[in-house]
């Protein structure tokens, strides 16, 4: 399915044609109940966003409610650090889970039960194969697996097999509980699961209660069912387990939900994994899961990507049944939509060219107009210091400027936005390198405000500071964090991390104006004809200004296509 074939979120789609059928029929009760269920064995990145909208958004739009529930069933690798990490994710992103905020351990005693009761069904055996001896009796996709040779233990001695596993009498590894299915099924997943294994590890909310832990898959569709959850709503990885999760609560006898399956997030120039995204921090490849260039939320929000803008992006790329790719560029347009119609403009240099104008007055000094965002009259003016001595990009003058080179050369005029006409009539070079040190120009006192008396026009306008005002800070531009567009599809011989982008950050000393002195962090602003950039919320501070660029004004890598039902070139 290409990315046009895509039904945006805001108009129909295959799983709101699902939910309105069932609230009319009331097959599942009168109102709907979805979940949002993270494992906290990580941050959440921009594939949760999609599946964050998506079980919100239906529960808000029909009147239903969206549980937050951690599926918090493995202590080796979770920590109440990611727990907390995702509470404030889903919150930045605009939802509210209420009173319903919930975790799989809570259910663990009710799970304990369950699992004696399939036991006593004779549908649960203890098993003591090596993990690698069920591995090798599972079989494979073209050949069945084997039973094993504990498949037959009589109902009391699986009963008291798992009572010592749960006192903790039994080391790790050496036993574990296994649901009795059929070894010869064509879903590997049916092939006698492991319901529960132990490991004497602490966990972050139970303590050391327990020293066995139920696998997510027996966990899973059971806490859905406490919950009573209607529709639970999913990514296409899930589909091949939807058969267990129905054995099991089919033969507890327990409320059994609605599982549908949608195609998750998979995003150009982006690794989606989170044991990847993982790799990349243990690894100090990246500076942490907030890392600007990192998809997590926390990065993204770090670097100035807004809520607004990423539930957009969820609602153009709409709700598939099919795996596809999604041009990231789809995401950057969607922020950039955003902050043209919110950001402030202001000006700044990132790499600064001295200039001198010699015929301005040098104990003078003036307060010009400039508007703070074109696209909202209500945002109103600012005052913007002009002196005798500015900086300009150092890009905006060529010395032999070719004719369609509209900016700063030898002899040319150019216009300085809110400002005034210029005209380069010196340029000063390092004796030795070369090297431009400063140009010296005139100016035209009566173009205050950038509009001639006598009518001449200019075609260039640049930005600037005023030397004298400017203060100093630190601009971090970030690029793609990987120079392939597909880089978890790497060659057999290498590693995703073979794609990461050694430019994929450059930290440059710049000057900006003023008005940024009081800036607060995760302020967004665009600096005018830069891009927009974001006040980093971990080092900048009132000894050093630090800006992030959220994204540049236009799409550098590829033009943006028409894709989700709602991009524009």
Known sequence: MSQTEQTPLSSSHFIRQIVEEDLETKVLGERLITRFPPEPNGYLHIGHAKSICLNFGLAKEYGGVCHLRFDDTNPIKEEAEYVESILEDVRWLGWDWGEHLYYASDYFDTLFAY??????????????????????????????????????????????????M??????????????????????LNLRDPIMYRILKKPHHRTGDKWCIYPMYDF???????????????????????????????????????????????????????????LELVEKELVSGWDDPRM????????????????????????????????????LEHCLREDLNKRAPRVM????????????????????????NNPEDPSAGTR???????????????????????????????????????ITCVEVVKDEES??????????????????????????GTIHWVSAKHALEAEARLYDRLFISEFPEKSAEDSSFIDNLNPQSVE???????????????????????????????????????????????????????????????
């Open 348 to 371: 700044a240099v990132l790499r600064p060219l001295r200039v001198v104008l010699i015929n301005y007055p040098e104990d003078t000094e003036e307060a010009l107009d400039g508007i």
């Open 383 to 421: 005052k913007v210091p002009f002196s005798r001595v500015l900086y300009i990009e150092r890009d905006d003058f060529l010395e032999e400027a070719p004719r369609k080179f509209f900016r700063l050369a030898p002899g040319r005029e150019v216009r300085l936005r809110y400002g005034y006409y």
């Open 434 to 459: 070369g090297e431009v040190l400063e140009l010296r120009c005139t100016y035209d006192p009566a173009t205050r405000g950038g509009n001639s008396p006598d009518g001449r026009k200019v075609k």
């Open 166 to 187: 749960r006192a903790g009498k039994i080391e790790e590894g050496a036993r574990v509980l296994r649901a009795r299915i059929d070894m010869a099924s064509p879903n």
């Open 219 to 277: 966990a899973h569709g059971q806490s859905d069912s406490i919950e009573g959850i209607t529709h639970s709503i999913c990514t296409l990885e899930f589909e091949d387990h939807r058969p267990l999760y129905d054995w099991y609560l089919e033969n507890l006898g327990i409320h059994h939900p609605k599982q549908i399956e949608f195609a998750r997030l998979n995003l150009t120039y982006t690794v989606m994994s989170k044991r990847k995204l």
């Open 295 to 330: 998809p997590t939320l926390s990065g993204l929000r770090r670097r100035g990507y807004t809520p607004e803008a990423i539930r957009e992006f969820c609602d153009r790329i709409g709700v598939a049944k099919r795996n596809n790719m999604i041009e990231v560029s789809l």
């Open 507 to 569: 930290t440059v000393s710049c000057f900006v104006e003023p008005s940024l002195a009081e800036a607060e962090a995760g302020s967004i602003f665009q600096f005018e004809r830069l891009g927009y950039f974001c006040v980093d919320s971990v080092d900048s501070g009132k000894e050093k200004l630090v800006f992030n660029r959220a994204v540049p004004l236009r799409d550098s890598w590829k033009k943006i296509e028409k894709q989700g039902g709602g991009g524009k070139k």
């Open 115 to 164: 699992a004696e009761k399939l036991i006593q069904d004779g549908k649960a055996y203890v098993c003591d194969l090596r993990p690698e001896e069920i591995r090798e009796y599972r079989g494979t996709l073209t050949q069945p697996g084997k039973d094993s040779p504990f498949k037959n233990r009589s109902r009391e001695e699986n009963l008291a097999l798992f009572g010592e």
